[in-house]
């Protein structure tokens, strides 16, 4: 027995020494005579973001030799990226104590869970596995130089690299998470496309820039900038043609311009595959530009020379190398601040949040630091949407996909005393004032059985699973997110706490109106009043506030310049898409901030070659 078990510990410690360059050991044999694991393949299935996910891990006697994802339903270059790269990791080190990938933790959870149970069926100890030490690496110095550094590898960065390599620039991109893509990625992937070919082929050719800068205006409370609005609008449809001409993008034509409240004229398309599906093609786009990109590389400071003048970057690398990179030129891109309380107003505080993980405000806090001296404007506003749900505490997911679908047919809106209070066909600023006013800050969405199958059918572009549903239906209202059933409305009134006969009334009513073609209440157009809500069983979805995207940012000049406090432009330092605030004024329509990202992009990398004599 004691050779035995001898002849055991060396093997160990000879698998240890092979992973100690990548920085883990497992300290526990599993017992499974002279070998670590029972060599073979298994497989196991862990619930992600959007549903289930399969595994396959191979072993051999002493080390998990590969990882292979073989079901899944995750979001295409965020959630799909993250379990890529933690399946790598997890295979390099050897470990189960990896992090999980920012701004995609269900899908690296799913991925996590699955391993454990295939380490477990192979006899593996998954308590050492999750112990075993990672060697991120001895802070190597690493000078780096370019004509520019664009810092965030959003919708506006990736723009911005991709049209600064088309005039010639050399660029580094850096980007703090382990994909590029940012709030594009996970948007419902709409943009404006005023002035573009496009617009005209789908059957709009007498928009204007005149026209979208009202509306605009009407929207954001006329706190927009104007010389910020007008550039906009006089350059979104070249950035749409030159997406689609120059840099593959496809849109929807078949869903064709969207009707929306918000716009006198339809100028807001789709993308083909959505957010995910844009972001995908982004990012292949600037893999083959020739750009330096540099993931997992988080910029903590700008470099600043005597006069005043931003001459590069500083930024860590998630395994400890620090960078120095000194560049003519420098584009924050970095997105929102709506992930950092700390910059957040109150009432801002208290919407729930659904954007991604990485919106912190850097560039903001890099900008404004006191050897840079950056202006902020309209720091106290966001995006608020009225259709969120309450997934965890403070954290929503969305529900307007299966909102515009249910308004197509039998869905309305009402209150906690089962009235109906407003147009559910309104643009979302009405709709979200209207839930604002109500003493709760909610609004409940009701369906009958028909309309919720549809409803339910279109949530999985906001993260949601089926397997999400049921939980939330089983739990009937007793917690949050609230997902409540009653075979009659009388029933559905008990359990939330509704009188049976005023909701009664509102589906009679309203029902009545369906019949006759004509809102009288709040003239819903006839056209979203398909059919009546017919004989139970009735569901009832919560409706909370939720934002992901910030109005507020730093103040930029129609060329994207970064103006300090005195209203003089910083020499080297420019600004786009989120983080350049102002454009919006207090809230933006649908489609404006991704359109905004990707032409503030274009326009910065434009105005630095220029500058530079490009």
Excluded at 181 to 190: D, E, K, M, Q, V
Excluded at 260 to 277: F, V
Excluded at 581 to 602: E, F, H, I, R
Aim: aromatic share 6%; charged share 20%; glycine share 12%.
């Amino acid at each position: 027995m004691k050779n035995k078990f001898i002849t055991k510990m060396m093997k160990l410690l000879s698998a240890c020494a092979l992973v100690f360059a990548l920085g883990a050991c497992s300290t526990q044999p599993a017992d499974n005579g002279d070998a670590l694991y029972k060599a073979g393949t298994y497989t196991a299935v862990a619930n992600g973001n959007n549903g289930e996910v399969e595994v396959a891990v191979t072993f051999s006697d002493d080390k998990i030799e590969t990882i292979e994802v073989t079901k899944q339903k995750e979001t295409e270059g965020l959630g799909t990226t993250a379990m890529d790269t933690l399946s790598k990791a997890i295979v390099d080190a050897q470990s189960l104590g990896v992090d999980t990938i920012a701004g995609a933790t269900n899908s690296s959870n799913a991925l996590l869970n699955a391993v454990k149970d295939c380490v477990q069926q192979a006899g593996g100890d998954v308590e050492a596995l999750m112990n075993a030490v990672i060697n991120k690496g001895a802070g190597e110095e690493v000078t780096l130089s370019s004509d520019l550094v664009v810092v965030g590898g959003g919708a506006a960065g990736m723009s911005a690299a991709l049209r600064a390599r088309e005039l010639g620039l050399n660029v580094i991109l850096l980007e703090k998470m382990s994909f590029m893509g940012g709030a594009i990625s996970i948007s419902g992937g709409n943009q404006v496309v005023f002035g573009s070919k496009l617009q005209n082929e789908a059957g709009v050719s007498d928009d204007s820039v005149e026209s979208m800068v009202a509306d605009f205006m009407a929207n954001g409370a006329n706190l927009n900038v104007p010389e910020l609005l007008q550039l906009y609008a006089e350059n979104v449809g070249a950035t749409t043609d030159w997406l689609h001409e120059n840099q593959n993008v496809e849109f929807d034509m078949e869903g064709g311009l969207h009707v929306l409240a918000e716009y006198s004229h339809d100028r807001e398309l789709a993308y083909a595959g959505g957010g995910s599906g844009f972001a995908k093609t982004y990012r292949e786009q600037v893999e083959n530009s020739g750009a330096e990109v540099y993931l997992n590389t988080r910029a903590t400071e700008l470099i600043v020379d005597e006069s005043g003048n931003v001459i590069g970057v500083k930024a860590e690398g998630s395994d400890g190398t620090h960078y120095t990179i000194n560049a003519q030129s420098v584009i924050l891109a970095t997105g929102g601040y709506g992930n950092n309380k700390d910059l957040l107003s109150e009432e801002m505080q208290s919407a729930l949040y659904y954007g991604p993980q990485s919106s912190t405000g850097d560039g903001i806090i890099m900008a404004t630091a006191e050897n840079v001296g950056a202006a902020t404007r309209l720091m106290e506003y966001g995006k608020r949407y009225p259709n969120g749900i309450e997934v965890s505490e403070g954290i929503a997911k969305s529900t307007i996909a299966g909102n515009i679908a249910a308004f197509s047919e039998g869905a309305i809106l009402i209150n906690s005393e089962g009235k109906r209070v407003v147009n559910e066909k309104a643009s979302n600023r009405e709709i979200l004032t209207v839930e604002l006013a109500q003493p709760e800050q909610m609004l409940y969405l009701l369906m009958d059985a028909s309309t919720f199958e549809t409803f339910k059918s279109k949530l999985a572009t906001g993260g949601i699973a089926g397997t999400d549903i049921e939980t939330w239906l089983a739990a009937n209202g007793s917690s949050a997110p609230v997902f409540v059933k009653g075979d009659s409305l009388s029933e559905l009134a008990k359990v939330i706490g509704m009188d049976a006969a005023v909701l009664e009334n509102t589906v009679s009513t309203y029902n009545g109106y369906v019949a006759a073609g004509n809102d009288e209440e709040f003239n819903r157009p006839a056209q979203y009043m398909t059919q009546p809500l017919a004989d139970g069983p009735y569901y009832l979805v919560e409706q909370k506030p939720r934002f992901a995207t910030t109005m507020g940012g730093l103040v930029v000049n129609p060329s994207l310049e970064v103006l300090n406090a005195e209203g003089n432009a910083i020499s080297g330092l420019y600004a786009a898409g989120e983080v350049a605030g102002g454009v919006m004024g207090d809230d933006s329509p649908s489609g404006a901030n991704n359109g905004w990202a990707l032409t503030s992009g274009k326009l910065a990398a434009e105005a630095v070659a220029k500058q530079l004599g490009k």
